[in-house]
């Protein structure tokens, strides 16, 4: 797990933070089930989240999660006056037209399942034309492979989630699924039915790229403050950690 920043509240942090927000006791974001970075049932609700909520506690700020399923998530932050974002998220040039972007709060392997003994080679995206790959939907991927898909250069099928994609995957129905590494690993030991499917499942050793997350607010005067919060905090943090 490489994760860019600590989660623990160190008083550094705490003194250089403090009063700066006192006009909202709370800060509303939108997350889904995604673990280990966020969940309504994990420890701290995520790693995440973890960061988040002690960035935020000392600022001044209590942070309040909804977890929904990842399109209802974006919509909530979009058009819910109480939410005024949601996490985690990819960078990408269509996320930055609707919200504004934090700095990073961490990084995310994002690879390919497959089914042990496969031996899928591949060297660029446009090699995975051949197979018949899975996506979740709504989910941004990797910039090239989502354009081949949208121009209908790639063979995609769409999954509500990543338990579902490895599901299928397992059956043959897929030849590969777009997952974070991270997330993958975690399924396989915690989710009760990918667990069972599991030792039939391994990651591609090859990566599509290694992506930042991010915390995405809604544009205007709110979200630059706050994504400005977030980002003094994650520099404190990273000073601290050295």
């Given at each position: 797990?490489?994760?860019?920043?600590?989660?623990?509240?160190?008083?550094?942090?705490?003194?250089?933070?403090?009063?700066?927000?006192?006009?909202?006791?709370?800060?509303?974001?939108?997350?889904?089930?995604?673990?280990?970075?966020?969940?309504?049932?994990?420890?701290?609700?995520g790693l995440s989240t973890a960061t988040l909520a002690r960035i935020?506690?000392?600022?001044?700020?209590?942070?309040?999660?909804?977890?929904?399923?990842?399109?209802?998530a974006v919509a909530a932050a979009r058009h819910k006056p109480a939410v005024m974002g949601y996490f985690p998220e990819y960078?990408?040039?269509?996320?930055?037209?609707?919200?504004i972007c934090s700095d990073p709060i961490g990084h995310g392997p994002l690879g390919l399942a497959q089914r042990k003994g496969q031996r899928l080679r591949w060297r660029e995206v446009s090699d995975l034309a051949a197979y018949r790959v899975s996506v979740v939907q709504d989910y941004v991927n990797n910039y090239q492979l989502d354009r081949n898909i949208a121009e209908d250069r790639q063979r995609f099928d769409p999954a509500p989630d990543d338990g579902r994609n490895l599901l299928k995957l397992a059956s043959g129905s897929i030849?590969?699924?777009?997952?974070?590494?991270?997330?993958?690993?975690?399924?396989?030991?915690?989710?009760s039915l990918v667990r069972h499917i599991g030792q039939r499942l391994e990651m591609n050793p090859r990566l599509l790229e290694t992506k930042t997350l991010h915390v995405c607010f809604k544009p205007g005067r709110d979200g630059e403050r706050l994504a400005a919060i977030v980002n003094r905090g994650l520099k404190i943090l990273r000073q601290d950690a050295r």
């Open positions: 797990m490489r994760f860019s920043v600590l989660i623990r509240l160190c008083p550094v942090l705490v003194a250089a933070l403090c009063g700066q927000a006192r006009a909202q006791p709370v800060v509303t974001l939108a997350s889904l089930e995604w673990p280990p970075y966020a969940g309504a049932q994990l420890p701290e609700r935020f506690q000392a600022a001044g700020y209590t942070l309040e999660v909804k977890f929904y399923p990842w399109a209802r960078d990408a040039a269509e996320v930055r037209r609707h919200f030849d590969l699924a777009v997952i974070d590494q991270n997330v993958f690993h975690y399924l396989l030991r915690h989710d």
